[in-house]
T-cell receptor, first 114, second 114 residues
Framework: GDSVTQMEGPVTLSEEAFLTINCTYT??????LFWYVQYPGEGLQLLLK?????DKGSNKGFEATYRKETTSFHLEKGSVQVSDSAVYFC?????????????FGQGTTLQVKP | DTEVTQTPKHLVMGMTNKKSLKCEQH?????MYWYKQKAKKPPELMFV???????INESVPSRFSPECPNSSLLNLHLHALQPEDSALYLC?????????????FGPGTRLTVL
């Protein structure tokens, strides 16, 4: 079945450092890919998405490119802030089940220190 | 506006109590979802409603009973829960399942079962 694999955390960075969180997927067909962010004590917020190969999603300085050849959707940000500390989930839409179901990675905790 | 609201924010209940969680969206979305999230884990899909009809039940125990009174509202009725049911319950909505459309999440209800 479809699956998403994220790099294990926690990831600890200093403010203004470059961020990469790796995400690879296994899927039949061409799913949409998403990054969601969850701040402490809150629900999930959509960070960005891409719906087809070579699409780049971007929002709030974060970017991710849908790479079909490497089945990846890595999240990047050039300069992180303390306020970016959160859990980041990579997800794909499960086309095979025809339910709109999202398949999530395990989540990566990011901690940014001043 | 991409807001999904959930009430209450926190809920503490005993194993013999009956309570309900409420979710509301006014984006005209026709699909609504219930997820359960344990600490440090990704959300797990419980139920999907499509055009006010239950389309997916992910083998959820009958002590959880969903209800969709209209296209904007989604309830989750709780009865005879167990302590292991303590979790963050998230509601989400999307424009039209079972498409690859984006799901928007609410802030969640943090449930504690004593």
């Amino acid at each position: 079945g479809d699956s998403v694999t994220q790099m294990e955390g926690p990831v600890t960075l200093s403010e203004e450092a470059f961020l990469t969180i790796n995400c690879t997927y296994t899927a039949t067909g061409y799913p949409s890919l998403f990054w969601y962010v969850q701040y402490p004590g809150e629900g999930l917020q959509l960070l960005l998405k891409a719906t087809k190969a070579d699409d780049k999603g971007s929002n709030k300085g974060f970017e991710a490119t849908y790479r079909k050849e490497t089945t990846s959707f890595h999240l990047e940000k050039g300069s992180v802030q303390v306020s970016d500390s959160a859990v980041y989930f990579c997800a794909l839409s499960d086309l095979s089940s025809n339910t709109g179901k999202l398949i999530f990675g395990q989540g990566t905790t990011l901690q940014v220190k001043p | 506006d991409t807001e999904v609201t959930q009430t209450p924010k926190h809920l503490v209940m005993g194993m013999t109590n009956k309570k309900s969680l409420k979710c509301e969206q006014h984006m005209g979305h026709r699909a609504m979802y219930w997820y359960k999230q344990k600490a440090k884990k990704p959300p797990e899909l419980m139920f999907v409603y499509s055009y006010e009809k239950l389309s997916i039940n992910e083998s959820v125990p009958s002590r959880f009973s969903p209800e969709c009174p209209n296209s904007s509202l989604l309830n989750l009725h709780l009865h005879a829960l167990q302590p292991e049911d303590s979790a963050l319950y998230l509601c989400a909505s999307s424009q039209d399942p079972p498409d690859t459309d984006t799901q928007y999440f609410g802030p969640g209800t943090r449930l504690t079962v004593l």
